[in-house]
């Protein structure tokens, strides 16, 4: 689809992207429209893909739910079959999901996602190291090729703060260049214990991460205010309390910071410019934060990189020589830089959307495994519904609403393709094996693991849950209120 943005046109086939551009005229319509596309955007960002399925689900679901609330149905028994339902087919598509899965695969993950382009896909195997991608940001080539370009960083599964540390509203990210970093292995409790860094930050007139245990609502509302006050350009992370002390070491060591922690005599109070690390750039979403670190690796670095390799040679116990191993991928960490390349800006920013669909998709596929694509892992999974017990008649009419609605992914790929589904749908379901599909493209019935046409499990699982969950609040709601703009 073509979305039009301040005035200039851009493409694209993701539907996280085209569901953020959609706004309703009517305000209550817009509300209805608003709670939908939290499970298709939700998808998105935890699952790379998946997002149109996550919409085409709400509306199954929501349509055939409707029905029956009109009716009369008890919604908290309806609601309850739904949810046991679910977790039915969230059981059967891990069940199902191969985990084992090859460059290869991963490759054709990849270029599936980016809509059949294999440019994706090779460079996505580009990116593969040990079975695990290394991270990636996508930016703009100033000519018409991709190139590829491996520096120092680290990647941590752990987001910003507060969408108030937010820069980029259309990735609803946060960008900083050339940043102050401070590591702090404690709760930040008050404002005025950062005041003597923040004064040293803000003569430079550089930006400033802060990474810490946690924060108090004072700490983030008033870094907030002057973010906005364009005072003093901020971001905070805060990191869940199983990570370790060794994380905060890990980290300051990247960054070129000193630990800021309580227990080695480190006071925050007495922190300076020493204190502080400084990095290229930083890249934080609500779930992962990117650090591109300096090339030039500190001597204490490497001494550190040193010791933990002859650690984890000598090691025996292999959940110890695992964390030694994943201690050592955080330090000697490498990030990609990939610059998609086209002839224009039109066609560059719809070929880097399906580009970083590829990389997150491929990147779900080695988290969780893969199943068969083009909506039929659900066709599959869906028999196994038939066998819950000790349902009421309630339960048992969601039950079959979801049944149908697990039917829409398939039926809507095989009419966007301009063919019936009906005759397709009962062959499939009479084959009953997982794999066996309808490849719109050939008009053949194949094995989707030998055809590629596979998908990451972890988006089937988001996009049904997260559609589910949307739409069990819509069948609740009674009433709306919204603003009078008139």
Not at 46 to 69: C, P, Q
Not at 288 to 297: P, V
């Amino acid at each position: 689809m073509v979305i039009e943005k301040n005035g200039k046109p851009f493409s694209t086939k993701d539907g996280a992207t085209a569901s953020r551009n959609i706004e309703l005229v009517d305000p209550f319509e817009n509300e209805g429209a608003s709670l939908v596309k939290v499970a298709c955007i939700k998808t998105g960002e935890s699952a790379g893909d998946g997002s149109t399925t996550s919409m085409v689900l709400a509306e199954a679901l929501l349509v055939r739910s409707l029905k029956f609330i009109i009716a009369g149905i008890n919604t908290d028994e309806f609601l309850s079959g739904l949810k046991t339902g679910v977790d039915k087919m969230l059981q059967v598509l891990d069940e199902v999901a191969d985990k084992n899965v090859s460059s290869q695969m991963v490759s054709k993950v990849a270029t599936v996602a980016a809509n059949n382009d294999s440019n994706a896909g090779e460079l996505i195997e580009k990116l593969l190291a040990n079975n695990r991608l290394l991270p990636a940001i996508f930016e703009d080539s100033q000519g018409v090729e991709n190139e590829l370009e491996i520096i120092h960083g680290t990647e941590i599964q752990v987001g910003f703060y507060s969408r108030d540390f937010i820069t980029n509203i259309d990735k609803q990210s946060c960008e900083l260049e050339d940043t102050f970093i401070l590591v702090v292995d404690q709760k930040i409790e008050k404002f005025h214990e950062l005041l003597p860094v923040l004064v040293i930050v803000a003569g430079y007139s550089k930006p400033i991460t802060i990474i810490a245990k946690d924060f108090s609502s004072d700490v983030i509302s008033t870094l907030a205010a002057n973010k906005r006050n364009k005072t003093l350009d901020a971001l905070a992370i805060k990191v869940p309390e199983s990570y370790g002390s060794e994380f905060f070491e890990d980290i300051a060591l990247v960054c070129g910071a000193e630990l800021v922690c309580p227990q080695k005599g480190n006071s925050l109070e007495k922190s300076n410019l020493n204190s502080l690390g400084r990095v290229k750039s930083i890249v934080s979403t609500s779930e992962r934060t990117i650090i591109y670190a300096s090339d030039n690796k500190s001597e204490q670095l490497n001494l550190v990189i040193d010791s933990l390799t002859a650690k984890a040679v000598k090691e025996t116990d292999i959940n110890k020589k695992n964390s030694i191993v994943e201690r050592l991928s955080r330090l000697t960490g490498k990030i990609a830089h990939v610059y998609i390349g086209a002839p224009t800006g039109f066609e560059r920013e719809e070929k880097k959307n399906r580009f970083i669909n590829a990389y997150y998709s491929a990147k779900a596929a080695l988290d969780e495994g893969i199943v068969p694509g083009g909506g039929t892992a659900f066709l599959y999974a869906l028999q196994k519904l038939d066998g819950i017990e000790n349902l009421s008649a309630h339960e048992q009419i969601a039950i079959q609403v979801l049944k149908e609605s697990l039917k829409a992914p398939f039926r809507t790929i095989i009419e966007n393709g301009g063919e019936q589904s009906p005759g397709k749908f009962e062959r499939i379901m009479e084959e009953n094996k997982l794999g066996y599909g309808y490849n719109i493209v050939t008009g053949k019935y194949e094995d989707f693991f030998l055809s590629g046409i596979v998908d990451p499990v972890k988006s089937l699982k988001e996009g049904l849950s997260n559609a589910v969950s949307v739409v069990s609040l819509l069948v609740r709601t009674k009433c709306v209120i919204t603003e009078n703009k008139a």
